[in-house]
Antibody, heavy 123, light 111 residues
């Protein structure tokens, strides 16, 4: 049974770079799409982006200029970097596994989620 | 302002049937499949319905999804107290280079 675990600093200073890692256990990272999603306090979900195990990426247009997602298949991990953070980036950050493809229409769904990690942006 | 539109709240009594709507556009729900996620208080979201109407293993058949045009619905029959949670719809959006868009979430209260 695949499990995901987020890790990284819980506090980041404004203007610095937020860095998180998601470790995949119980299965190989060498398939599927691997995603990051965030949820500000008391608000809804926001998709940040994904990386395919081969290295191709796709980012939320509203965050694209600040986001980098990378994968390390040797460690079964993928990572998120978000630059120039502000208080608006304070959120619970989730990593998730996604399945995607094209049948009669395009499908993309996140079927395994990590428990989430809280990141606060504050000086 | 979320790309997909959901009612902020819904409620029902135990045993009732409730539905939650999700409205989008031709670039998301109108073109691609819809998924529903359930988020119990203080926990991570969980996939509830995928590809419009498919249930992952372990999800009770009390939960069902449907899609018509640019709208989708989640129905919960035989409502139980443990169904009290936030529910989010989501779909792939073909705008720009493509991205996942969510609804703002519906808080379901079991009275």
């Amino acid at each position: 049974q695949v499990q995901l675990q987020e890790s990284g600093p819980g506090l980041v200073k404004p203007s610095e770079t937020l860095s998180l890692t998601c470790t995949v256990s119980g299965g190989s990272i060498s398939s599927y799409y691997w995603s990051w999603i965030r949820q500000p306090p008391g608000k809804g979900l926001e998709w940040i982006g994904y990386i395919y195990y081969s290295g191709s990426t796709n980012y939320n247009p509203s965050l694209k200029s600040r986001v980098t997602i990378s994968v390390d298949t040797s460690k079964n991990q993928f990572s998120l970097k978000l630059s120039s953070v502000t208080a608006a980036d304070t959120a619970v950050y989730y990593c998730a596994r996604a399945d995607a493809g094209l049948s009669s229409s395009y499908y993309y769904y996140m079927d395994v989620w990590g428990k989430g990690t809280t990141v606060t942006v504050s000086s | 302002q979320s790309v997909l539109t959901q009612p902020p709240s819904a409620s029902g009594t135990p045993g009732q049937r409730v539905t939650i709507s999700c409205s989008g556009s031709s670039s998301n729900i109108g073109s691609n499949t819809v998924n529903w996620y359930q988020q119990l208080p203080g926990t991570a979201p969980k996939l509830l319905i995928y590809s419009n109407n498919q249930r992952p293993s372990g999800v009770p058949d009390r939960f069902s999804g449907s899609k018509s045009g640019t709208s989708a619905s989640l129905a919960i029959s035989g409502l139980q107290s443990e169904d009290e949670a936030d529910y989010y719809c989501a779909a792939w959006d073909d705008s720009l280079n493509g991205s996942v868009v969510f609804g703002g979430g519906t808080k379901l209260t079991v009275l």
